[in-house]
Each structure stands twice: as structure tokens, then as C-alpha cells.
């Protein structure tokens, strides 16, 4: 079946413009997940999405950083105000959720983007 | 609170040698622990997962993992490395289930 797919692949904006990501979970899946990977090194949680409640929002670093999901399905993270420092990997992941028992994550293939 | 540590950041071996990645954690409960590997320009792939059944672990591509709550280790081993192995290796906490931690990765380079 069709894993989580993610748009664009790579993005290029200028400093101070706004971006939106875009994830489509895999069918069915409950839980909704945003990480960053910055250059050569792991992944930082950013936000997560469950269900019909409140996403846990933890690990944004700013408030120009914020994410929307409509229902189970696809999710925006929007950034606004761009700074060289959000240039990254912006991985998302989805899982069963609650509904499974290892929370098991299944991961896009990621966006790339860089702020110049 | 939950953290991963990688303890190396770049590992080199030659193809046909043992293949040891290493990874300590720390957690308050019981956690779930998961290597991931991230080829270039790729996404990330679950090897394999611990979640509290057996203590060793057999993943996909020959490698396995063993649980030591002793030492809070979970490092991933290989008998003999491929050249396909070479790629960026994450070792993965989650306690409770609606995040994961990361360690820093381990680069594996495998020479010929």
C-alpha cells in the first residue's frame, strides 16, 4: 500500500517568507507526527497530532512555527516569517496510534528546505 | 524524561567484519527501544523494535539488537557488513507511545 508521502521534496524561499509543508499519513493511521533534522544530526520532535484531540505541541521552537490536520488525514506545518536557522529536513510520520501496541512510526521521505 | 545516546558518531569497517553500533538510553519506565537506518537521500526505515517481549531482536538485512536493561543498552549488531549497509543508523526511544527521541545517529561507512 502507499506509505506517507510528503510535498514538496525541496523548498527555497528567501528569508522572512512563509512555507507550507504538506504530509499525507498512511490510510488509517490515527497518529500524525512532525520532526526536524537539521545537518548531520537527529531528529527533534516537533509536533503530534492524535485523533480528534489536542495536538501535543511541545516541541515547536517558535511561535511562527505552526501545524493543522484536517480530521485523520492530511497535515500542514506552516512557518512563517522564515529564518536561515529553520533551513532542514522536516520529516513526517504516522502510526496506529493508541490502536496499536509498539507505536511503531512510518516516516515520509521528508522536505528540504533552505532559507536563503 | 526519556534520551538516547549514541556513543559513536562515525563507525568504518571493512565488508565481510562485525558490524557494532551502540546505544545507551535512559528512561523512567519501561520503554520501547527501535534502530532505524536512513540511506542517503531516503527515508527512514524501521530495522527493528524491542517492546518488552524477547531481549534479542532480529530486524531486516541480518541485524539484531539486544535489550540489557542492566546496562540500559540496545546496541545493533551485524555479523558481516555489505557495502548496502553503509548509511546513517538512529537508535529510537518512546515511553509513552506519542513520541519518539532520537539519538544523534551513527554514520557506518563500509570500506571494500
Known amino acids: 500500500g502507499a506509505g506517507v508521502s510528503q510535498s514538496p521534496s525541496n523548498k527555497v524561499t528567501e528569508k522572512g517568507k512563509d512555507v507550507e509543508l504538506r504530509c499525507d499519513p498512511i490510510?488509517?493511521?490515527?497518529?500524525l507526527y512532525w520532526y526536524r533534522q537539521r545537518l548531520g544530526q537527529g531528529l527533534e520532535f516537533l509536533i503530534y497530532?492524535?485523533?480528534?484531540?489536542?495536538?501535543?505541541k511541545s516541541g515547536l521552537p517558535s511561535d511562527r512555527f505552526s501545524a493543522e490536520r484536517t480530521g485523520e488525514s492530511v497535515s500542514t506545518l506552516t512557518i512563517q516569517r522564515t529564518q536561515q536557522e529553520d533551513s532542514a529536513v522536516y520529516l513526517c510520520?504516522?502510526?496506529?496510534?493508541?490502536?496499536?501496541?509498539?507505536?511503531?512510526?512510518?516516516f515520509g521521505p521528508g522536505t528540504r528546505l533552505t532559507v536563503t | 524524561a526519556q534520551s538516547v545516546t549514541q556513543l559513536d558518531s562515525h563507525v568504518s569497517v571493512s565488508e565481510g567484519t562485525p558490524v557494532l553500533l551502540r546505544c545507551n538510553y535512559s528512561?523512567?519506565?519501561?520503554?520501547?527501544l527501535f534502530w532505524y537506518v536512513q540511506h542517503p537521500n531516503k527515508g527512514l526505515q524501521l530495522l527493528l523494535k524491542?517492546?518488552?517481549?524477547?531481549?534479542l531482536v532480529k530486524g531486516i538485512n541480518g541485524f539484531e539488537a539486544e535489550f540489557k536493561k542492566s546496562e540500559t543498552s540496545f546496541h545493533l549488531t551485524k555479523p558481516s557488513a555489505h557495502m548496502s549497509d553503509a548509511a546513517e543508523y538512529f537508535c529510537?526511544?518512546?515511553?509513552?507511545?506519542?513520541?519518539?527521541?532520537f539519538g544523534g545517529g551513527t554514520r557506518l561507512m563500509v570500506k571494500p
Open positions: 510520520a504516522s502510526s496506529w496510534g493508541f490502536l496499536a501496541k509498539t507505536y511503531e512510526q512510518y
Open positions: 490510510s488509517g493511521h490515527t497518529a
Open positions: 497530532f492524535q485523533g480528534n484531540s489536542a495536538p501535543d
Open positions: 528512561s523512567s519506565y519501561s520503554p520501547s
Open positions: 524491542y517492546t518488552s517481549a524477547a531481549t
Open positions: 529510537v526511544v518512546s515511553v509513552a507511545g506519542n513520541m519518539l527521541t
